[in-house]
T-cell receptor, first 119, second 114 residues
Framework: NAGVTQTPKFRVLKTGQSMTLLCAQD?????MYWYRQDPGMGLRLIHY???????AKGEVPDGYNVSRLKKQNFLLGLESAAPSQTSVYFC??????????????????FGPGTRLTVL | GNSVTQMEGPVTLSEEAFLTINCTYT??????LFWYVQYPGEGLQLLLK?????DKGSNKGFEATYRKETTSFHLEKGSVQVSDSAVYFC?????????????FGQGTRLTINP
Protein backbone atom coordinates (compact mmCIF):
# COMPACT_ATOMS: atom_id res chain seq x y z
CA ASN A 1 0.00 0.00 0.00
CA ALA A 2 1.23 3.46 -0.90
CA GLY A 3 -0.94 5.07 1.81
CA VAL A 4 -1.59 8.75 1.09
CA THR A 5 0.25 10.31 -1.84
CA GLN A 6 0.35 13.93 -2.97
CA THR A 7 1.18 15.48 -6.33
CA PRO A 8 3.23 17.60 -6.90
CA LYS A 9 5.87 17.75 -4.17
CA PHE A 10 6.96 21.31 -4.97
CA ARG A 11 5.48 24.14 -7.01
CA VAL A 12 6.21 27.81 -7.61
CA LEU A 13 3.39 30.01 -8.90
CA LYS A 14 3.05 33.64 -9.81
CA THR A 15 0.30 35.71 -8.24
CA GLY A 16 -2.96 35.11 -10.08
CA GLN A 17 -2.08 31.73 -11.51
CA SER A 18 -4.18 28.67 -10.79
CA MET A 19 -3.27 25.12 -9.89
CA THR A 20 -4.67 21.89 -8.52
CA LEU A 21 -3.10 19.69 -5.87
CA LEU A 22 -3.96 16.02 -6.05
CA CYS A 23 -4.30 13.70 -3.08
CA ALA A 24 -4.82 9.97 -3.47
CA GLN A 25 -5.29 7.25 -0.85
CA ASP A 26 -5.47 3.50 -1.29
CA UNK A 27 -6.80 2.57 2.16
CA UNK A 28 -10.50 2.86 1.25
CA UNK A 29 -10.94 5.64 3.80
CA UNK A 30 -14.20 7.54 3.85
CA UNK A 31 -12.88 10.83 5.19
CA MET A 32 -10.27 13.06 3.59
CA TYR A 33 -8.81 16.43 4.59
CA TRP A 34 -6.66 19.26 3.33
CA TYR A 35 -4.48 21.23 5.77
CA ARG A 36 -1.98 24.00 5.45
CA GLN A 37 1.05 24.27 7.68
CA ASP A 38 2.59 27.64 8.46
CA PRO A 39 5.46 28.40 10.86
CA GLY A 40 4.31 28.73 14.46
CA MET A 41 0.69 27.95 13.62
CA GLY A 42 0.51 24.19 13.45
CA LEU A 43 -1.83 22.71 10.87
CA ARG A 44 -5.09 24.40 9.94
CA LEU A 45 -7.95 22.63 8.21
CA ILE A 46 -8.89 24.08 4.82
CA HIS A 47 -11.63 21.72 3.59
CA TYR A 48 -12.65 18.18 4.27
CA UNK A 49 -14.86 15.45 2.88
CA UNK A 50 -16.84 12.75 4.64
CA UNK A 51 -17.49 10.75 1.49
CA UNK A 52 -17.47 10.66 -2.28
CA UNK A 53 -19.31 13.65 -3.72
CA UNK A 54 -19.34 15.61 -0.45
CA UNK A 55 -17.15 18.47 0.76
CA ALA A 56 -17.26 20.92 3.64
CA LYS A 57 -15.39 24.02 4.78
CA GLY A 58 -12.79 23.90 7.48
CA GLU A 59 -11.13 26.66 9.45
CA VAL A 60 -9.46 28.55 6.57
CA PRO A 61 -11.39 27.81 3.33
CA ASP A 62 -11.18 31.19 1.60
CA GLY A 63 -9.32 31.14 -1.72
CA TYR A 64 -9.54 27.36 -2.09
CA ASN A 65 -11.96 24.93 -3.67
CA VAL A 66 -12.09 21.15 -3.45
CA SER A 67 -13.69 18.20 -5.17
CA ARG A 68 -14.16 14.54 -4.26
CA LEU A 69 -15.41 12.88 -7.42
CA LYS A 70 -13.87 9.53 -6.54
CA LYS A 71 -13.56 8.05 -3.07
CA GLN A 72 -9.79 7.67 -3.35
CA ASN A 73 -9.03 11.18 -4.61
CA PHE A 74 -9.39 14.64 -3.06
CA LEU A 75 -8.39 17.66 -5.13
CA LEU A 76 -7.49 21.10 -3.79
CA GLY A 77 -7.71 24.01 -6.21
CA LEU A 78 -6.37 27.52 -6.09
CA GLU A 79 -8.18 29.63 -8.69
CA SER A 80 -6.08 32.77 -8.31
CA ALA A 81 -3.01 32.24 -6.17
CA ALA A 82 -1.89 34.90 -3.69
CA PRO A 83 1.40 35.22 -1.75
CA SER A 84 -0.56 34.53 1.46
CA GLN A 85 -1.13 31.01 0.14
CA THR A 86 2.57 30.23 0.29
CA SER A 87 2.62 27.25 2.62
CA VAL A 88 3.10 23.52 2.95
CA TYR A 89 -0.10 21.63 2.15
CA PHE A 90 -0.90 18.26 3.67
CA CYS A 91 -3.60 15.85 2.74
CA UNK A 92 -4.89 13.27 5.19
CA UNK A 93 -7.46 10.51 5.30
CA UNK A 94 -9.20 8.55 8.02
CA UNK A 95 -11.48 5.64 8.62
CA UNK A 96 -14.60 6.43 10.61
CA UNK A 97 -14.38 3.23 12.62
CA UNK A 98 -17.19 1.00 13.78
CA UNK A 99 -20.19 2.49 15.56
CA UNK A 100 -19.58 2.56 19.29
CA UNK A 101 -15.91 1.66 18.93
CA UNK A 102 -12.95 3.96 19.38
CA UNK A 103 -10.68 1.68 17.35
CA UNK A 104 -9.08 3.73 14.54
CA UNK A 105 -11.52 6.52 15.20
CA UNK A 106 -10.04 9.93 14.48
CA UNK A 107 -6.65 8.53 13.44
CA UNK A 108 -5.61 10.46 10.37
CA UNK A 109 -2.99 9.29 7.90
CA PHE A 110 -0.99 12.04 6.26
CA GLY A 111 0.66 12.46 2.90
CA PRO A 112 4.23 13.77 2.52
CA GLY A 113 3.16 17.34 1.74
CA THR A 114 3.35 19.83 -1.12
CA ARG A 115 5.49 22.92 -0.72
CA LEU A 116 3.88 25.80 -2.60
CA THR A 117 5.48 29.19 -3.13
CA VAL A 118 3.48 32.06 -4.62
CA LEU A 119 5.59 34.97 -5.87
CA GLY B 1 -14.24 26.77 21.10
CA ASN B 2 -11.69 24.02 20.75
CA SER B 3 -8.00 24.81 21.07
CA VAL B 4 -4.66 23.23 21.91
CA THR B 5 -1.69 24.96 23.51
CA GLN B 6 1.79 23.44 23.47
CA MET B 7 4.94 24.55 25.18
CA GLU B 8 7.03 26.92 23.14
CA GLY B 9 9.98 25.52 21.32
CA PRO B 10 12.50 24.82 20.17
CA VAL B 11 13.63 22.29 22.75
CA THR B 12 17.23 21.06 22.71
CA LEU B 13 18.35 18.13 24.85
CA SER B 14 21.29 15.81 25.12
CA GLU B 15 20.94 12.15 24.30
CA GLU B 16 19.49 10.05 27.18
CA ALA B 17 17.88 13.11 28.80
CA PHE B 18 14.29 13.05 30.10
CA LEU B 19 11.76 14.73 27.86
CA THR B 20 8.52 16.50 28.69
CA ILE B 21 6.51 18.50 26.17
CA ASN B 22 3.50 20.15 27.75
CA CYS B 23 0.09 20.22 26.09
CA THR B 24 -3.16 21.64 27.43
CA TYR B 25 -6.48 21.85 25.68
CA THR B 26 -9.85 23.54 25.72
CA UNK B 27 -12.85 21.62 24.47
CA UNK B 28 -16.44 20.81 25.25
CA UNK B 29 -17.17 17.28 26.33
CA UNK B 30 -14.50 14.61 26.15
CA UNK B 31 -12.42 14.86 23.01
CA UNK B 32 -9.89 12.29 21.84
CA LEU B 33 -6.29 13.43 22.26
CA PHE B 34 -3.29 12.74 20.05
CA TRP B 35 0.39 13.28 19.64
CA TYR B 36 1.67 13.38 16.08
CA VAL B 37 5.35 13.50 15.04
CA GLN B 38 6.80 15.06 11.91
CA TYR B 39 10.32 14.01 10.91
CA PRO B 40 12.26 16.33 8.60
CA GLY B 41 10.81 16.46 5.10
CA GLU B 42 7.94 14.11 5.90
CA GLY B 43 4.25 14.24 6.70
CA LEU B 44 2.80 13.74 10.15
CA GLN B 45 2.63 10.31 11.76
CA LEU B 46 0.47 9.31 14.68
CA LEU B 47 2.67 8.71 17.72
CA LEU B 48 0.06 7.89 20.34
CA LYS B 49 -3.50 8.62 21.33
CA UNK B 50 -5.99 8.46 24.21
CA UNK B 51 -9.74 8.46 23.87
CA UNK B 52 -10.99 8.89 27.44
CA UNK B 53 -9.96 10.31 30.79
CA UNK B 54 -7.06 8.54 32.56
CA ASP B 55 -6.14 6.61 29.41
CA LYS B 56 -2.40 6.37 28.81
CA GLY B 57 -1.17 6.28 25.25
CA SER B 58 2.29 4.86 24.62
CA ASN B 59 4.53 4.10 21.66
CA LYS B 60 8.28 3.96 20.97
CA GLY B 61 9.06 4.80 24.61
CA PHE B 62 6.83 7.89 24.58
CA GLU B 63 3.87 8.19 26.94
CA ALA B 64 1.04 10.64 27.57
CA THR B 65 -1.86 10.44 30.01
CA TYR B 66 -5.27 12.02 29.40
CA ARG B 67 -5.84 14.24 32.44
CA LYS B 68 -9.37 15.58 32.46
CA GLU B 69 -8.97 17.49 35.74
CA THR B 70 -6.07 19.54 34.38
CA THR B 71 -7.13 19.35 30.69
CA SER B 72 -3.63 18.18 29.82
CA PHE B 73 -1.91 15.54 27.69
CA HIS B 74 1.81 16.00 28.32
CA LEU B 75 4.26 13.95 26.27
CA GLU B 76 7.11 12.22 28.12
CA LYS B 77 10.04 9.98 27.33
CA GLY B 78 12.55 8.72 29.83
CA SER B 79 15.64 8.64 27.62
CA VAL B 80 15.66 10.42 24.28
CA GLN B 81 17.75 9.48 21.25
CA VAL B 82 19.12 11.51 18.37
CA SER B 83 16.54 9.82 16.15
CA ASP B 84 13.75 11.47 18.20
CA SER B 85 14.65 14.86 16.71
CA ALA B 86 11.44 16.03 15.02
CA VAL B 87 8.48 18.37 15.41
CA TYR B 88 5.80 17.13 17.79
CA PHE B 89 2.16 18.18 17.53
CA CYS B 90 -0.51 17.77 20.16
CA UNK B 91 -4.03 17.56 18.74
CA UNK B 92 -7.60 16.97 19.80
CA UNK B 93 -10.61 15.62 17.97
CA UNK B 94 -13.83 17.08 19.30
CA UNK B 95 -16.93 14.98 19.74
CA UNK B 96 -18.82 15.77 16.57
CA UNK B 97 -21.11 13.78 14.35
CA UNK B 98 -20.25 13.23 10.73
CA UNK B 99 -16.61 14.30 10.77
CA UNK B 100 -13.38 13.63 12.59
CA UNK B 101 -11.66 16.96 12.49
CA UNK B 102 -8.38 17.53 14.30
CA UNK B 103 -7.38 20.74 16.06
CA PHE B 104 -3.60 21.06 16.31
CA GLY B 105 -1.28 22.89 18.62
CA GLN B 106 1.46 24.98 17.05
CA GLY B 107 4.07 22.23 17.25
CA THR B 108 7.27 21.89 19.29
CA ARG B 109 10.57 21.37 17.54
CA LEU B 110 12.81 18.93 19.41
CA THR B 111 16.53 18.57 18.73
CA ILE B 112 18.58 15.87 20.43
CA ASN B 113 22.34 16.30 20.46
CA PRO B 114 24.66 13.29 20.74
Amino acid sequence: NAGVTQTPKFRVLKTGQSMTLLCAQDMNHEYMYWYRQDPGMGLRLIHYSVGEGTTAKGEVPDGYNVSRLKKQNFLLGLESAAPSQTSVYFCASSYPGLAGSSLHRNEQFFGPGTRLTVL
Amino acid sequence: GNSVTQMEGPVTLSEEAFLTINCTYTATGYPSLFWYVQYPGEGLQLLLKATKADDKGSNKGFEATYRKETTSFHLEKGSVQVSDSAVYFCALSPIELGAQKLVFGQGTRLTINP
